[in-house]
């Protein structure tokens, strides 16, 4: 089933590609067909390792514990929902390449295999690319290009992690990148931080985290709105999914070493990115520069490394991407209404569009981490364990909620209350926007009172990362 999960985007992207007639109705019913068989993985997918290259020992090997199901849920809910978003806006091969991004991350949140790891980590960047480039604003092309400049340099270094772990495996018998294989490895301690530092560089890059996150905001002021939900909800979590799974799984020892520097990474980037967001005129760039922010929270709690943290930024992960997704649609039903991004152009929205408006500061506040919605449980547990970790680190991420307040309801303020500046009527959401929306802000109330069935798919996953990092201090 694991296979089948990943072969269906990828066959409906060959398809929808080639289709001469309704290649949009393809492509939807393909990523129904995906969202299907996710929801049948979640009960009946056993493992998958059949040898693929013996001499490198490298296996198609396929496995999906509690993590993997929310992120494989996240991937397989969002996509039918952007295309249904991008329905007026983009052509066959938007549609094709969105797909064929859905089978590199799945195959991504799936890989039991390193080398297999690395090459749907590397292949995402293909259709990204595309996305970008051949959709979106003006300056669409040169966003494109900085967006693949990163990414290749993060996938650059990783390919060196890649080589040391096939070093190291070889020396101890028989090389092997089996993910299960190379936990169990004696790595010397110089050897294991060189592997770190190059795994968490990629990771960083990807997520991303400052100093290497420049490509954010261009990317997301430039692309529309669909690809950036996916670039942002689906793709960059595989930054974070990455120092899970391989820097605490794989190097747990080295990225102890290394906590201290990642502490102040993530602090900078949850200030920093908040207070850039503060500044910004244009919609979008505000939007990409939260998740600056946000992301500097969930690399806090992953690295701080307690059952809080880490359960938290699971949860945050998938909360992150349900309400970042929805602020980003909601944006771009706006802007198709007033022909422009800049907040300074909009005015006075409320009376003309309230379900617009309600819609947009129900998303905004959850980003913001209100009660009773779900983003607000995740920032608590990462806070909580921001506060083991050291007092001062708790004292600076705490501000990361005061900041999220003023950039959303300065924001809802400028463009939905006021005097009207409307040249022409403009239109509230329609039943077609209203279908993409509500499923969203649903799961954004749902599991702000009810984040039980989250936790429960996180928890199993945290404790044997815990035991393992706590046994190597």
């Given amino acids: 089933m694991l296979t089948i999960l990943v072969l269906v985007p990828f066959a409906g992207a060959l398809i929808t590609a080639v289709m001469p007639a309704r290649p949009k109705a393809w492509a939807f019913g393909f990523a129904l067909a995906t969202l299907i068989a996710g929801i049948v993985t979640m009960f009946t997918a056993p493992d998958t390792d059949l040898v693929w290259i013996e001499p490198l020992g490298v296996h198609w090997a396929l496995e999906m514990d509690g993590f993997g199901k929310l992120m494989v849920m996240l991937t397989v809910v969002l996509v039918p929902l952007v295309m249904v978003a991008a329905v007026k806006d983009h052509d066959k091969r938007w549609y094709a ?51 693949l400049m990163f990414q290749l340099g993060g996938g650059l270094v990783l390919l060196g992690a890649l080589i040391g772990f096939f070093v190291v495996s070889s020396e101890a018998g028989s090389p092997s990148y089996l993910i299960s294989d190379l936990a169990q490895l004696d790595i010397g301690t110089n050897a294991e931080r060189w592997i770190f530092v190059a795994m968490f560089i990629a990771f960083a890059v990807k ?34 999914f990455g120092m899970i799974r391989l820097c605490l799984g794989l190097v747990p020892e080295a990225s102890a070493w290394a906590t201290p520097v990642v502490v102040v990474l993530a602090l900078i980037s949850i200030v920093y990115g908040a207070v850039l967001a503060i500044g910004q005129d244009d919609l979008l760039r505000l939007i990409g520069l939260t998740s600056l922010s946000h992301f500097g929270l969930i690399t806090l709690g992953i690295f701080a490394a307690t059952r809080e943290g880490l359960v938290g930024a699971m949860l945050y992960m998938v909360n992150h991407g349900v309400a970042t997704a929805a602020m980003f649609l909601i944006a771009g039903f706006l802007i198709a209404r007033k022909g422009t991004a800049s907040i300074s152009s909009m005015r006075g929205l409320e009376k003309a569009t309230p379900v617009l408006a309600g819609s947009f500061l129900i998303a905004g506040l959850a980003t913001a981490g209100l009660p009773g919605l779900s983003q607000f449980v995740s920032e608590i547990l990462v806070l909580i364990s921001a506060f083991d970790y050291h007092w001062l680190v708790g004292v600076i991420a705490v501000t990361a909620i005061v900041l999220a307040a003023i950039y959303v309801l300065w924001a809802y303020q400028r463009i939905f209350t006021g005097p009207a500046q409307l040249s022409r009527p403009v239109s509230d959401l329609d039943r077609r926007e209203i279908g993409v929306v509500a499923p969203l802000l649903v799961a954004l109330l749902f599991f702000g009172f009810v984040p039980g069935p989250l936790i429960s798919a996180a928890s199993p996953v945290v404790e044997p990362l815990v035991n393992v990092i706590q046994a190597g201090e």
Avoid at 97 to 111: D, G, I, P, S
Avoid at 123 to 138: D, E, N, S
Avoid at 214 to 234: F, G, I, M, Y
Wanted: proline residues 6%; contains cysteine.
């Fill in 97 to 147: 390449w969105a797909l064929a991004l859905e089978a590199f991350a799945l195959l991504t949140f799936t890989a039991g295999d390193l080398f297999l790891f690395y090459i749907a980590f590397e292949a995402t960047l293909i259709p990204a690319y595309f996305m970008i480039g051949q959709h979106g604003g003006p300056n669409r092309a040169r966003a494109a290009l900085k967006f």
């Fill in 207 to 240: 997520a991303p985290l400052f100093p290497v996150h420049t490509w954010l905001a261009d990317t997301t002021e430039q692309a529309t709105t669909p690809t950036s939900v996916l670039l942002v909800c689906v793709l960059d979590k595989i930054g974070t």
